[in-house]
């Protein structure tokens, strides 16, 4: 909850609250990765930096949330989480993972770069509180 209470911008209403995390996780299909500071586990005693929330279902999985506090980013921590969630997605079964980007969000180059290709777009779907609604794009990476 430290990094999701640090890493979304208010604007966009995409943070999840304690309890939608706590109902989330009680899911057998829900899975989650934390990141410290060299992408990996945190060691014993050492704060999350990063973390990435996925649900899947018959061989597809969707990144619910992935995050990085501010202070962290552009260190790799975001990469690692991915290259680790492939990996381990791949071991569960799972051969396509999907998710959805609010449109003009700079994640888009990380999402590039690992194989993800944007496949739709669904206007107005994201309420921006200072500038409009924001359309989503949904992408998919086969892995
Ligand atoms: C998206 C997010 C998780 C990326 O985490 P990160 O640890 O900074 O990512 P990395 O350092 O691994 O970045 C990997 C690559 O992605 C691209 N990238 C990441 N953030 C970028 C930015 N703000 N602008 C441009 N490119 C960016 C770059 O290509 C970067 O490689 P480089 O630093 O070698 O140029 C982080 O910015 C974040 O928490 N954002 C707020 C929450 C959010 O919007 N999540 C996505 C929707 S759920």
Not at 45 to 52: R, T
Not at 59 to 69: H, M, N, R, S, T
Not at 92 to 114: F, I, Q, V, W
Request: charged fraction near 25%; proline fraction near 5%.
């Amino acid at each position: 909850m430290a990094v999701m209470d640090a890493a979304f911008d208010p604007e966009y209403g995409e943070a999840w609250t304690r309890r939608q995390i706590g109902d989330a996780l009680t899911l057998q299909n829900t899975h989650y990765l934390l990141a410290g500071r060299d992408g990996e586990h945190p060691l014993d005693g050492e704060e999350a930096l990063g973390f990435v929330l996925t649900r899947g279902t018959a061989g597809e999985e969707e990144v619910l949330l992935i995050a990085v506090k501010p202070e962290a980013r552009r260190n790799g921590i975001g990469r690692a989480l991915l290259a680790r969630l492939l990996e381990s997605a791949r071991q569960r079964g799972t051969s396509r993972l999907c998710l959805e980007m609010r449109d003009g969000n700079p994640a888009k180059h990380l999402y590039a770069s690992l194989g993800f290709i944007p496949v739709s777009r669904r206007p107005n779907y994201y309420r921006g509180a200072l500038n409009g609604p924001i359309d989503a794009i949904t992408y998919t990476c086969e892995i």
